[in-house]
């Protein structure tokens, strides 16, 4: 999902938390009774591991006869995650995959040397109204695999394992975690989790990851002893292991994984370690040289500047 234009988030140092290198505080924005929350890419931290771009979606209580619409859009060089804790989105692409994601599902989608998509409420969910809130995340593509035939995958909730302790829970998304695999196939090394703590909880994050986030999506926590910042993408000093300590009931998203081979530049849905291969996907997309989503008419036109 991708909505223009593209505001890059403060961010906020963490004075006196050993552990926490940064918070990235994001900036809410309201789409039309949809409100989204970008938390990467940022001025202070471009990526967590392969992670370059983080928005938190809703949440969103549709009235009966509303939704969303993200009418087809290009992306190159990275693959979309679409993951929800309420709601349903229906995903179409240029391959074309129609599928409907729901709550624990993953959506993985390689764009690679490009492909079309678009995100809507389907026909039934929209008629009922309801719920939608999830994450919808990028990860950049290692330059070996930047120009990679697009692709798509789903995963349904029931196929990604958890993995459980004293008093937490966790769905592995992508990854692994004690000896645990995810079966979503990932480019780079890649970890992603959905993390659910009981009060009093309390979570070992190891340091294996080279790059860490923890990212709060309900409750109040605490990382080595100290509270943190509501609604902020906590990204970690490296090569330390913490202790996340629930205050409240929580849920979480932990991400990260090895830091990416080189800078990559972000423009719009486009990534790409080459400043002149977004120039070329501009081009393409402006005379409609991507492939077309089947039975969409429609397209978001390239934006101006």
């Given at each position: 999902m991708s909505w223009v234009p593209c505001d890059e988030p403060a961010a906020a140092p963490v004075g006196g938390f050993d552990a926490i290198d940064v918070a990235l505080e994001g900036k809410a924005k309201d789409l039309g009774g949809f409100e989204v929350r970008r938390l990467l890419p940022s001025v202070r931290r471009r990526m967590v591991g392969p992670f370059i771009f983080f928005d938190r979606m809703g949440p969103a209580d549709f009235a009966p006869g509303r939704g969303i619409d993200v009418r087809p859009h290009p992306h190159i060089g990275l693959a979309t995650v679409t993951y929800l804790f309420a709601g349903e989105i229906l995903h179409r692409d240029s391959l074309g995959s129609v599928q409907p994601i729901r709550p624990g599902d993953v959506n993985w989608m390689t764009a690679g040397?490009?492909?079309?998509?678009?995100?809507r409420t389907g026909p039934a969910t929209r008629a009922a109204g309801g719920p939608l809130s999830g994450i919808q995340a990028w990860v950049a593509l290692p330059r070996t695999e930047e120009e990679c035939e697009p692709a798509f995958s789903h995963h349904a909730a029931e196929a990604l394992p958890f993995v459980e302790g004293e008093g937490w829970r966790l769905r592995l998304i992508a990854g692994s975690w004690e000896g645990v695999h995810s079966p979503v196939t990932t480019a780079w090394d890649t970890l992603y989790l959905d993390a659910?703590?009981?009060p009093g909880a309390r979570l070992l994050f190891p340091a294996e990851h080279e790059e860490r986030a923890v990212y709060p999506?309900?409750?109040?926590?605490?990382?080595?002893?100290?509270?943190?910042?509501?609604?902020?993408?906590?990204?970690?000093?490296p090569g330390q292991a913490v202790t996340i300590a629930s205050r409240t009931a929580s849920r979480l998203m932990l991400l990260g994984g090895a830091a990416m081979d080189g800078p990559r530049h972000?423009?719009?849905?486009?990534?790409?370690?080459?400043?002149?291969?977004?120039?070329?996907?501009?081009?393409?997309?402006?005379?409609?040289?991507?492939?077309?989503?089947?039975?969409?008419?429609?397209f978001i036109p390239l934006p101006e500047g």
């Open positions: 040397r490009g492909i079309a998509h678009s995100e659910a703590l009981d999506v309900e409750g109040s926590i605490e990382i080595d002893g100290r509270p943190t910042p509501p609604d902020s993408l906590l990204v970690l000093r972000i423009w719009w849905n486009f990534v790409s370690s080459s400043p002149e291969r977004i120039e070329q996907a501009k081009q393409d997309w402006r005379t409609q040289r991507f492939a077309p989503v089947p039975g969409d008419t429609e």
